[in-house]
């Protein structure tokens, strides 16, 4: 019997909340077939199996939020000899020393990977146990699938992709669980409505997702002492070089946006105003100043507000940053994010200015120090050299650390990015 226990999925998770369970007691179940979809931090991930076998009890429910390391469900996993699919690796080993393939596991151990790389392995068709992970403790990481992809489709002769789905049957039999799984009706959400003086009040569980923002929410401004700045920018310039420059994005299939360029901006700002990019380590009273930037992109979902972060904003380009950005939007709202995809940020930008609104008081992301919020962009009446002129102008708020930031640089910190955005042939200037 394999007790199946709630791995730690993610850096300092402590408890996950059940959102399905795609297996019942008695069903059987292979290697890597999803068995729970877990709501750990404003993530979704599926554990699979770690043996083929039958289910032989299911403790937890929809719904339940258990701790890392308590017992989901037992596993059965007999004495059934081994299948001819399973003495494949072999096979595969013989044709290596042709076909120069990634090395191949001898020690039948299983390979380490998050249910979401195990879940994109499958969707490539691939055996994971296959793959050389280059990550931590050898890890297999998403790149890791994407390079030995890369390696089969360039180096495995015609005749060697019948071996490999052969070898993959039990992945694609894997799959079709899953699907036949999803066919089954949905366990609603448990509400109840209460009658008051006033009256019908309906009451609706605070899980999963908004759960989490506001654990973190309440987290961040108990912690952090708030102080908000509010500027105002003025756009035209960058509005005529956005336009200047979609053409050559749409050659690309690129949606630009504004948010690249200011990206670009902070990160400038960031490198000279230093203590922006910092955080305060509570336990030993000390100030970690970050020497890489990555800038986490509140983003608005069908779930809530998640962050997804774009990792060395530095050293990409205006392109690749707009295109990022839409990646990792498409990811946010169809709720494939991973952990790697929201953790690590250092500085965070929220922008409503699609939807509307003048200013705020943003909450900082913990524990970062500071947050710029972008509001809507509209006309207005400024005056320009003792002359009234309408122009294109957008709010910015900044809300900072009070413990770490004084007001003056903050305010110095945006003036420097209202100068790089202002004229942005002086930010193309600074770029690195």
């Known amino acids: 019997m394999v007790e199946f226990k709630l791995p730690d999925v993610g850096e300092g998770m402590h408890e996950g909340e059940i959102v399905k369970v795609l297996v019942r007691t008695g069903e059987s179940v292979q290697q890597d077939q999803p068995l729970l979809e877990v709501q750990t931090d404003k993530v979704n991930a599926e554990l699979s199996a770690p043996v083929t076998g039958v289910i032989r009890e299911i403790f937890i429910v929809e719904g339940e939020t258990v701790e890392v390391g308590t017992t989901l469900l037992v596993i059965d996993a007999g004495t059934e000899p081994k299948k ?5 690796p072999e096979k595969v080993a013989n044709t290596e020393k042709t076909v120069n393939f990634a090395p191949v596991r ?15 392995a499958r969707e490539m068709k691939l055996d994971i146990e296959l793959v050389t992970g280059t990550g931590a403790a050898g890890r297999v990481t998403e790149e890791d699938l994407r390079q030995f992809a890369n390696r089969m489709q360039n180096s495995v002769p015609a005749q060697f992709p019948a071996t490999a789905a052969s070898h993959g049957r039990h992945l694609e039999a894997s799959a079709a669980a899953v699907e036949t799984t999803q066919l089954q009706p949905k366990t609603e959400t448990v509400t109840r409505v209460a009658t008051s003086s006033q009256g019908d009040i309906q009451r609706l569980p605070l899980k999963g997702i908004r759960k989490k923002i506001a654990e973190h929410m309440v987290k961040s401004v108990t912690i952090i002492p708030h102080v908000t700045s509010v500027d105002e920018l003025e ?5 005529a070089l956005r336009e200047r420059l979609k053409p050559h994005a749409d050659k690309r299939n690129i949606k630009l946006t504004f948010l690249p360029f200011f990206i670009k901006a902070l990160v400038i700002a960031l490198k000279e105003f230093p203590m922006l990019n910092a955080s305060i380590d509570d336990s030993t009273n000390e100030i970690l100043l970050k020497r ?11 779930e809530g507000l998640i962050v997804p972060v774009i990792k060395d904003a530095d050293h ?19 709720g494939k994010l991973t952990m790697e995809h ?12 699609p939807i509307g609104g003048l200013q705020a008081t943003p909450i900082i992301n913990h524990p970062e120090v500071a947050i710029i919020s972008l509001h809507k962009m509209e006309k207005r009446w400024v005056v320009r050299e003792d002359e009234g002129v309408i122009r294109w102008m957008m709010n910015l708020s900044l809300s900072f650390d009070h413990r770490l930031i004084d007001g003056v640089t903050a305010v110095r ?15 193309f200037a600074e770029m690195v």
């Open 84 to 88: 001819e699919e399973e003495k494949l």
């Open 342 to 353: 929201i953790t690590g940020g250092t500085f965070t930008i929220s922008n409503v200015g």
């Open 413 to 427: 910190f945006t003036n420097r990015i209202k100068e790089l955005l202002e004229d942005p042939n002086l930010l």
């Open 106 to 120: 001898t020690d039948h151990r299983r390979s380490l990977a998050t249910p979401y790389v195990r879940q994109l």
């Open 235 to 239: 756009m035209d310039q960058l509005r």
């Open 292 to 302: 890489f930037y990555n800038i986490g992109i509140a983003t608005d979902t069908p």
């Open 316 to 334: 990409k380009s205006i392109f690749q940053l707009a295109e990022e950005i839409n990646q990792l939007a498409r990811l946010a709202r169809e």
